[in-house]
Structures are given as structure tokens and as C-alpha cells.
């Protein structure tokens, strides 16, 4: 067994506040743990809700890994080594944790964020000292859709259709879905997405490359692609539309007014409709509101703490089970419902399992879990993360926590100052705040005092506010950066000047039941898709749902 270096040792005694912080694999294990039968399902919401908010995070979220996975002073290989040497960052395995009997390493593998050159140990390169190291966001900030389209040109450019004249995104020429589109083929040459004979032990079966789109994380999980699917086919289908409607529209104008109609679905989509779930009617009513108008000097960028903990709440929300229903929304006879764990890095699933249509059912129809505050965090994110692909699986809550601290993001207190909360300064305090002795009495236990807790920790670990899905500290970060998002951009689609009156009329309307009855197989979904089925919230003919109107489009 590897052991930590002394430096290593050094470093994880350095007392903050007068405390040790606690090894974060420690803290998942204790607090974070539950089994798949311990699972809570929300009685409200969908599973849709959870991978949405996933899919609009890959939009203007993405933190950029080291280049190198190799220590910078001794050549080390950070996924092979225990020794915590920059940019190697291990989780070390506490005693008696159950990886233990089956891994012969002591930790798991992992490596610092790039730095922004010139900050932190890189303001060597530049002739300077050592300074306070930040982290880049490979992603446009702007609610845009880049998560389709790219955010750097070279890829963008690459991702659209020049052969026709169309303004058509790529498609893949060796695969359809029922006659329907499907993403292009990454041609690179890489084994991430080749699981199949890992995963079903079968030698002879056929793999497919990874998708690609206008984000690498277009294949981590089977719901993700599919939801990039349906919006690429969206994309094509608004498209050919606008072809019909000004037939002497070239295919780069036909490319751009899609890809603007689609970057205001987005807007539309997560203000209108995602939102209120998350916060709760009540604080995006006071505290968003109607849209104020484009303000040029407010920043729209990406809060280190929004990206790296508030908007990861999502993860205490999925299920152990991506469900595939068939056109009865009963469970698919021929594609059953598939494990998570088993479900990372699958494109082949899609490919020869039958297609979008069975898992966008899934998730319109079954609810999402809901975060307790005893039952966290699914074995398949916690013990079997990207198992397949990995020498070994990792543990999502141990890297949130881990990424924190690598990103030097003060402790929960701080945080809940910021937003002018209570911050709880001892054990009866802290029940008070989290309106549970219990959790209270172990926070502490691991962590000394309420400052030094894990901003993620502390945000998932709070009761929800009125209406919504996250905590009260969560809710204020997660508002802030909302609000900076549209009041900073420029091109925001409820600005004047960016759509003319009716087009912005026009786009009020839009829907995502409408996307899914357009682009899938599906003809008939619930009202609201975020919310279960109820009486309150039925299922309706694809047929009587309204379509976009882009009369107001036509030249």
C-alpha cells in the first residue's frame, strides 16, 4: 500500500480555525451515504428537472482540468501515484473504508483545476512571484446553448453541415434513431466511450466512438446525450423551417437565426420554467422578477463558488436507476431500465438499445430523487463513479469537496454571511439552522466548528426553502448568478433590438413539450415535464400542444 509523502502529511495538519479539516472521503462516507433501497423519490418533481439542470450547467460551466496529470517536480503519474505533488491531488482512503479490502492503493485519484496563467505557482513562467491562484471556466458564461454549439469557433465550425447550404448542424451518417438524427461521432481516437464488452462481459459486441457536440461531457450519462439529441434535431428542424419560410436565406444566416431562436429557448426555458422549481415561486418573483434591462457594467461571469459547489446541488437528486419506458410509459420490455453506474459513457446504448425515445420517457415520467437529509448521495455517484472507465471508480461528494478546497473556496459561514444569513457558531446553533440535532452533532464531530464545513456540504445539508429544491444559502448564490447572467448580456432575448416585438412575442410561447413532441417519437406528454403526473398536471396529445410561431421570422 502507497503511503502520503511527508509533505503530504504536513500540509493535511494545518489547522484552520484551530481545527483539522476531516479527509473528504471521511465525510462522504458518513454523511453523504445511503444505499439505493434508502432512496427518497420527490414526490413533485421529475427526474427531468435533475438533467436539465445538468445539461444547462455543461452551458456556461467548465471547469478546466490540469494539462498535465503529471507532478511538476518529481514526473509522478497523478493516476497512478498516492503522493499529493502538484497538480496531484489524491483523496486519501481513511481506515475501515470499504474501497480498502479491494484497492490496493490508499487513495483515490485526482488532480488540481488549471490555474489562469499567471496566477498561482504559474506567475513563475511570467517573470513573477507565486499569487492567488484561479481557475479558468472553459465555457461562454452566457445562457446560450454553447453546451450545442461550442463556445471556441474552431469546434463550432466544425460541429455545423458546410456540405449543404442548409445552416444545418452534423449529423451522423452511419447511425439513425428510428429514422431520426443522431449526434456525430467524435473522430478522435480514444477508448473513453468503448464500454460495451465491459459492461455486458461480451468479447464479440460492437462498440461505437463517443458523441461530440459543442461539450466533452456530451456522453458522461445516457439522459445528457439524449436531451443534446433532441436539441441538435431541434436545431436542424427550426432550420429547414426558416428555408421554407425565406427561401433565399443562404445557409449561414439559416444557421445563425436557428441558433438564435435556440440560445432564447434557453433563456426562456430555465427563467420561465426551470427556476421557480429550484428557488420556489416566491424568491424568483422577489428577487429576479421581470427582466430589468441590459446593464453594461455588470459582470456576467461565473462565480468560482457557483460553478464549484451552489449549482452541484443537482447530484443529491439522481436516481440509482435511469428509467426506459415504452409508448405506454410502462417499463420497456425489450430495454429495461438501466443501473446508473452502468449508464457513464454508454453511447452504444442509445445506438443499438432502441434510441432517445425510451429514456425521455423515463424521465418525464418518473419522479427525481429528493435530497434528505439522511439519505444523500446514490452508490452510483459515491462508489461507482465512471467504473468502466477508470483504474478506479470515484466518489462525486468527495471531489466536490475536493475541488473546493483546491479552488481555495472559503468555508460555510463565510458564504452564509455573504448572503446575510445566521452563521452558527456552535452545535445548537447549527440544529437550529439545519432543524437536525443529529447531522448537527456529526458535522461538528468531523469538522470542529461550523466555519470550517465544506460550502457543498453545508448548502446540500440545509432544509429547502419554501417551494423549491435547494437551501436558503444555495437559493441566494444560485439568484445572484442568474441575475448577473441576464442583466450582463447584451444579447439577452428580452432586450430591444435583439428579436423585433413580435419574434419576442412569439418566443413567450415556446415550450419544452413541444421540443419533445417535435423531435422524438413521443405524442403525448405531461403539461409541465418538470413536475410528476398528477391531476393538476396531466399528460396531453402532442397534437394539442402550440408550436413556435416563426411567421414573424419571414422576410
Known amino acids: 500500500m502507497m503511503t502520503a509523502s511527508p509533505s503530504q502529511k504536513a500540509s493535511e495538519k494545518k489547522r484552520i480555525n484551530n481545527f483539522l479539516l476531516p479527509l473528504v472521503r471521511q465525510v462522504s462516507n458518513n ?62 482512503i481513511p481506515p475501515s473504508d470499504p474501497r480498502l479490502p479491494s484497492n490496493k492503493d490508499s487513495c483515490i485519484h485526482a488532480f488540481r483545476s488549471a490555474p489562469v496563467c499567471g496566477t498561482g505557482y504559474s506567475a513563475y513562467n511570467f517573470g513573477g512571484e507565486p499569487n492567488k491562484r484561479e481557475q479558468i471556466n472553459a465555457r461562454t458564461a452566457f445562457l446560450d446553448l454553447s453546451q450545442v454549439y461550442g463556445s471556441e469557433d474552431q469546434l463550432a465550425l466544425f460541429l455545423r453541415d458546410l456540405k449543404s447550404d442548409g445552416g444545418l448542424l452534423r449529423v451522423n451518417t452511419k447511425y439513425k434513431d428510428n429514422g431520426r438524427e443522431l449526434l456525430p461521432f467524435d473522430p478522435l481516437n480514444a477508448n473513453m466511450c468503448a464500454t460495451r464488452r465491459r459492461i455486458t462481459s461480451n468479447s464479440n459486441a460492437k462498440e461505437v466512438p463517443c458523441f461530440l457536440a459543442g461539450d466533452s461531457r456530451v456522453a458522461e450519462n445516457l439522459i445528457l446525450t439524449s436531451l443534446h439529441t433532441m436539441f441538435l434535431r431541434e436545431h436542424n428542424r427550426l432550420a429547414r423551417q426558416l428555408k421554407k419560410l425565406n427561401p433565399h436565406w443562404d445557409g449561414e444566416t439559416l444557421y445563425q437565426e436557428a441558433r438564435k431562436i435556440m440560445g432564447a429557448y434557453t433563456q426562456v426555458f430555465m427563467f420561465r420554467d426551470y427556476l421557480p422549481h429550484i428557488l420556489g415561486a416566491d424568491m424568483v418573483r422577489t428577487q429576479l422578477g421581470c427582466y430589468p434591462g441590459y446593464d453594461p457594467n455588470v459582470d456576467p461571469s461565473i462565480a468560482n463558488v457557483f460553478a464549484t459547489a451552489a449549482f452541484r446541488f443537482g447530484h443529491l437528486t439522481v436516481q440509482p436507476l435511469l428509467p426506459r419506458l415504452d409508448a405506454n410509459n410502462k417499463e420497456h420490455s425489450q430495454f429495461p431500465s438501466v443501473p446508473l453506474f452502468k449508464a457513464f459513457f454508454a453511447p452504444w446504448r442509445i445506438v443499438f438499445e432502441g434510441g432517445i425515445d425510451p429514456l425521455i420517457r423515463g424521465v418525464i415520467n418518473r419522479p427525481a430523487k429528493l435530497n434528505v437529509q439522511n439519505h444523500m448521495m446514490v452508490d452510483a455517484l459515491r462508489e461507482r463513479l465512471f467504473q468502466f472507465v477508470r483504474k478506479l471508480a470515484l466518489d462525486l461528494g468527495s471531489l466536490n469537496m475536493q475541488r473546493g478546497r483546491d479552488h481555495g473556496l472559503p468555508g460555510y459561514n463565510a458564504w452564509r454571511g455573504f448572503c446575510g444569513l445566521s452563521q452558527p457558531k456552535n452545535q445548537a446553533e447549527l440544529v437550529q439552522v439545519l432543524n437536525n440535532t443529529e447531522l448537527a452533532s456529526k458535522l461538528l464531530q468531523f469538522y470542529g466548528t461550523p466555519d470550517n464545513i465544506d460550502i457543498w456540504l453545508g448548502g446540500v445539508a440545509e432544509p429547502f426553502v419554501p417551494g423549491g429544491r435547494v437551501d436558503p444559502l444555495f437559493a441566494c448564490l444560485i439568484t445572484k448568478q ?61 397534437k394539442d400542444i402550440q408550436s413556435l410561431n416563426l411567421a414573424a421570422w419571414k422576410e
Open 31 to 92: 454523511i453523504l451515504n445511503t444505499t439505493d433501497a434508502g432512496v427518497f423519490s420527490d414526490s413533485q418533481y421529475s427526474l427531468l428537472l435533475t438533467f436539465f439542470g445538468q445539461f444547462n450547467d455543461h452551458d456556461v460551466t467548465f471547469t478546466a482540468a490540469s494539462p498535465s496529470i503529471r507532478s511538476f517536480s518529481n514526473g509522478l503519474n497523478c493516476v497512478e501515484s498516492c503522493e499529493k505533488s502538484d497538480p496531484c491531488i489524491p483523496i486519501p
Open 482 to 542: 442568474f441575475q448577473r447572467l441576464r442583466q450582463g448580456d447584451r444579447l439577452w432575448h428580452e432586450n430591444p433590438g435583439v428579436f423585433t416585438p413580435r419574434q419576442r412575442a412569439a418566443l413567450s410561447n415556446a415550450n419544452l413539450p413541444r421540443i419533445i413532441c417535435d423531435n422524438t417519437g413521443i405524442t403525448s406528454v405531461p403539461s409541465d415535464p418538470f413536475n410528476i403526473v398528477s391531476n393538476n398536471n396531466p399528460i396531453i396529445l402532442c
